[in-house]
């Protein structure tokens, strides 16, 4: 008798685990913890409201390679954006497999997201579970960030693209509203915006802007607004003019914020390329080519694995390998050698990363793994992330 042997294909391995992905955020309702959720601790109230101190209890928390939350009283809670990226890979694998169920887990989380829309606006937009606080200063939980609203309003348009229901449309178009009123950085070279709702647009950092132009112009495919094209044009413009010689770009213009990693990086791209797809607009065409080589030769080391910084390794980051399977996986079908770098980052962070259990793991320094299961920065992004890989083989 002969014996069928059957052959397990990358494909089989990266559907097989972004389905232990799937299980995992699942069985926990979507909650889970997050790198930067350290002032939500039973220890907050120690800092008595200094900056200094807030940022020492939250990147203490952060940074330790073991997880330190449930001795300090941090909670697993809900995510905007944990929720935003699931509903983004359901929708992936509802068009790639036709299994209908997707389209109801998808239709459940953008539902929970249109119930929790940040209360400080009446617009759409939404925020973190906790306070935050950083050398840009603090902002408290449910501030809308411009960055996460963006990338939930992607799901809400991907959303309309694929089942065709108004109702996410709206909401999208609620976001373009919110995201017309934000705070302006004007310059001769272009517009930046605020990085949060109720900031002053002093701000010269791309990736939330950019996000937030590629949003703009895609919805103005399908709600036609020369206000949309316009305001996105010009924040592309400024972008652009500050793109560095070798083809990256720093994180911001300021000097504080002059560094290069692999997933801002990331979103810069996506942005870029989602608005020339939009628009046709092709006048940035050579910026995003650059970019891309950039990216594609500076972040990744030969096996795969995803550097942080362009110029170094450590921390090798959930986030960075999430954002980079997902953004090489989005040039695929004009870039060969992008699906092949996406491929070898997966199957890196598959065989590396990926406990039993299912979850990514937060992290690998020299000598050691921060295992923490983080909800957002490594399984919902991972899920979409894989997602989209697994429709381009």
């Known amino acids: 008798m002969m014996i069928r042997r059957i052959e397990y294909t990358q494909k089989d391995k990266i559907f097989e685990s972004l389905l232990k992905v799937e299980k995992w955020v699942e069985s926990r309702d979507y909650k889970g913890y997050e790198p930067f959720d350290g002032l939500s601790s039973a220890l907050r109230p120690l800092t008595f409201g200094n900056l200094f101190l807030d940022r ?7 940074q330790s390679p073991v997880n330190l939350r449930p001795l300090l009283g941090v909670k697993p809670l809900d995510s905007t954006i944990g929720r935003g990226y ?67 309003a992607m799901a809400f348009l ?27 950085n004007e310059m001769d070279a272009g517009i930046c915006l605020s990085y949060t709702g109720s900031g002053d647009g002093a701000s010269t950092i791309h990736n939330h802007s950019v996000l937030a132009a590629a949003v703009l112009a895609r919805t103005a495919k399908h709600i036609p607004s020369t206000e949309f094209l316009e305001l996105a044009k010009e924040i592309m413009r400024f972008t652009c003019s500050c793109q560095l010689p070798h083809g990256g770009w720093y994180y911001g213009e300021d000097p504080m914020f002059r560094w290069i990693d692999n997933f801002h990086t990331g979103y810069v791209l996506d942005s870029l390329k989602y608005y020339m797809e939009a628009t046709g607009d092709q006048e940035f065409e050579t910026n995003l080519l650059s970019g891309l080589e950039f ?69 690998q320094y020299p000598l050691v793994k921060a295992k923490t299961p983080m909800l957002h920065w490594a399984q919902a992004t991972m899920y979409k992330a894989l997602a989209l890989l697994q429709s381009k083989l």
């Open 56 to 62: 020492i209890l939250m990147q203490t928390i952060r």
């Open 158 to 184: 991907d959303a309309y693209e694929l089942l065709g229901e108004r109702k996410h449309l709206d909401v999208v178009a609620s976001v373009c509203r919110w995201i017309l009123r934000l705070g302006r």
């Open 295 to 363: 990216y594609k030769k500076s972040f990744f080391e030969r096996s795969g694995r995803p550097k942080y910084y362009y110029d170094r390794v450590f921390p090798v980051d959930s986030q960075c390998a999430s954002q980079a399977i997902d953004t090489l996986a989005g040039f695929a079908d004009a870039d060969p050698s992008a699906l092949a770098l996406s491929l070898r980052v997966a199957d890196w962070m598959i065989d590396h990363m990926q406990d039993p259990e299912g979850y990514f793991y937060y992290r």
């Open 86 to 152: 699931m509903a983004w890979g359901y929708l992936l694998l509802l068009k790639t497999t036709g299994d209908e169920s997707y389209a109801a887990k998808a239709a459940n989380c953008l539902q929970w997201l249109m119930e929790n829309k940040s209360p400080r606006f009446e617009e759409y937009s939404w925020g973190k579970h906790f306070d935050f606080a950083s050398r840009g200063g603090r902002y408290p939980k449910h501030e809308p960030i411009t960055v996460w609203t963006s990338l939930i």
